[in-house]
């Protein structure tokens, strides 16, 4: 099996009268499908936030460690647990220039990815100047990624309104693995699409993460997907 690129061990993320996430732990592989399931409200976008060292409730992290082994054995929540909203900003602050880069995130909808008032394009160039070894040849890698999610290179030029549904989840899956991120986090992808649309991004993402060695974590509540792409499940559950 091989070695973890993320490892999230035993988070608890609180309020003063609540417990919203209780012991999840889990682990991203190179080429590797985690998939986080469980019932809406259950706390799974606050486990793939916490992964990227955004936590936003007080007191929030009460206990939990957050590792990227291929960085380093630095433990991201040491000083933070128990340190109320303070310690958590300084938290998102230091680990700034990881998200976007090592760990990318795409969210639920691709109207929520996508900036409206700039073109694919000028997305795909910010995304490909986060690259850990930057590329001197930015327009170039801007067509190799669109191909690579099988959009047209006249894409590059269209507004996020003027691509159809499908185009645009491409467009968001573009925009997600431009970076050449370690680990790749998508939100429930799935949400709002037809099913043949929902399976082909589903497939998209599976195929581009397996071909560049990401970890991909995949939140869903689609027993289905997890059955046909799942290596590992990770089940989160709501708590009184």
Same mark, same amino acid.
């Given at each position: 099996?091989?070695?973890?690129? %993320?490892?999230?061990?035993?988070?608890?993320?609180?309020?003063?009268? &609540?417990?919203?996430?209780?012991?999840?732990?889990?682990?991203?592989?190179?080429? +590797?499908?985690? =998939?986080?399931?469980?019932?809406?409200?259950?706390?799974?976008?606050?486990?793939? +936030?916490?992964?990227?060292?955004?936590?936003?409730?007080?007191?929030?992290?009460?206990?939990?460690?957050?590792? #990227?082994?291929?960085?380093?054995?630095?433990?991201?929540?040491?000083?933070?647990?128990?340190?109320?909203?303070?310690?958590?900003?300084?938290?998102?602050?230091?680990?700034?220039?990881?998200?976007?880069? #090592?760990?990318? #995130?795409?969210?639920?909808? @691709?109207?929520?990815? %996508?900036?409206?008032? &700039?073109?694919?394009?000028?997305?795909?160039?910010?995304?490909?100047?986060?690259?850990?070894?930057?590329?001197?040849?930015?327009?170039?890698?801007?067509?190799?990624? %669109? !191909?690579?999610?099988?959009?047209?290179? &006249?894409?590059?030029? =269209?507004?996020?309104?003027?691509?159809? !549904?499908?185009?645009?989840?491409?467009?968001?899956?573009?925009? @997600?693995?431009?970076?050449?991120?370690?680990?790749?986090?998508?939100?429930?992808?799935?949400? !709002? *699409?037809?099913?043949?649309?929902?399976? *082909?991004?589903?497939?998209?993402?599976?195929?581009?993460?397996? +071909?560049?060695?990401?970890?991909?974590?995949?939140?869903?509540?689609?027993?289905?997907?997890?059955?046909?792409?799942?290596?590992?499940?990770?089940?989160?559950? +709501?708590?009184?």
């Amino acid at each position: 099996m091989s070695a973890p690129l %993320l490892e999230l061990t035993d988070l608890c993320i609180r309020t003063h009268d &609540r417990v919203l996430v209780d012991g999840v732990s889990l682990v991203a592989r190179s080429g +590797r499908v985690t =998939a986080v399931v469980g019932a809406s409200g259950s706390g799974k976008t606050l486990t793939a +936030r916490a992964a990227m060292g955004v936590l936003d409730v007080v007191p929030g992290l009460d206990r939990g460690s957050l590792r #990227y082994p291929a960085l380093s054995d630095v433990d991201w929540f040491d000083g933070v647990r128990g340190g109320g909203m303070k310690a958590q900003l300084a938290l998102r602050e230091r680990m700034r220039s990881l998200r976007g880069a #090592y760990v990318t #995130y795409s969210p639920q909808s @691709a109207s929520s990815a %996508l900036n409206p008032g &700039r073109t694919i394009g000028r997305q795909l160039a910010s995304a490909v100047a986060r690259r850990r070894t930057p590329t001197e040849d930015v327009p170039a890698a801007v067509l190799e990624v %669109l !191909g690579e999610v099988g959009l047209p290179p &006249r894409a590059a030029h =269209a507004l996020p309104g003027e691509l159809s !549904g499908g185009m645009a989840q491409r467009a968001a899956v573009a925009i @997600a693995i431009a970076p050449l991120p370690t680990v790749m986090i998508a939100d429930e992808p799935e949400t !709002g *699409l037809d099913p043949v649309l929902r399976r *082909l991004v589903t497939e998209l993402m599976l195929d581009v993460a397996r +071909r560049h060695g990401v970890g991909l974590v995949l939140i869903t509540h689609n027993a289905d997907t997890v059955e046909r792409v799942a290596d590992e499940v990770v089940r989160v559950g +709501r708590h009184p």
